[in-house]
């Protein structure tokens, strides 16, 4: 039986851990071509990949830099022809003081790495898609692009200028082909996570007290949603930033 996404690229950022790396592993098992950008080093993705008969490349990127996005889109495409998915995921997350404790240098770090960083993976998928004719992006925010979480003001505004940049490139796009939406995962099983969970007793106790499901989501279920709006069963879903948390939000 023929995979839905066999002869399609998907170029995916911060796929060297967590949901990303996940993602990358659900995008080569539907049959897409993998390219995995990260400024961690991606081998281990990329062998998880390879093991499975799948076909994968490792890009270093820092995704706040332009050259390094431009290059991985230019890789892409000398290597496998084309970048029909944009998984823009890379993110990290500072904070754990109130907004008057943050500092200018931290504000400027997690906004230039999730917000920047999304912003230019959009610029360089588009352009290339925009020639193709076609393309689907996907970005990673959060929950916390929807709502306001207490001492983690540069993590919020970031994630939320995410759920803006989808709206806008979502009209600037439509007529062009090419679709956009975001994941808004809540508290998902990941390294970074965990580190949170352990940095502080009572951030984990908080996080697993609030999850409306009573428990804490995993990176597959990222995975599978990312996958879904990658794919022609959400050909008229566009612009939407979608919860991803359990019902957190709903809160
Ligand atoms: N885990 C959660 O509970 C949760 C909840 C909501 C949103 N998110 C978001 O999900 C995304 C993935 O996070 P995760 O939980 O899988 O964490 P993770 O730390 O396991 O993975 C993040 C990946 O991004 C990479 N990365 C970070 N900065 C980068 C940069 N400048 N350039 C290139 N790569 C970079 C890291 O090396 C890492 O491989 C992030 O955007 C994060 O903000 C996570």
Redesign the pocket.
Known sequence: MSKQFENKVAVT??????????TAIEFAKQGAKVVI????D?TDTVNAIKALGGEALYVK?????EA?VKNVIDTAVATFGSVDFGFN?????LGGFPLEQTSVEEFDKVV???LR?VFLCIKYEAIQMLKQGKGVIVN??????LVGVPSLSA?TAS?HGIVGLTKTAALDFGKRGIRINTV??????????E??MKNSAAAKEQIEASQILGR??E?QE?ADAVIWLCSDASSFVNGVSLPV?GGWVAQ
């Open positions: 950022t911060g796929s060297a851990s967590g949901m990303g790396k996940q950008a990260d400024w961690a991606g990127c820092d995704v706040s830099k390094d995921n890379a993110g990290v997350e230039g790495i999730n960083g990673t925010a959060s929950a916390a692009g993590y994630k808004c995962p809540g508290a998902i099983r990941t390294p970074m996570l580190d949170t804490i989501g990176p990222i948390d």
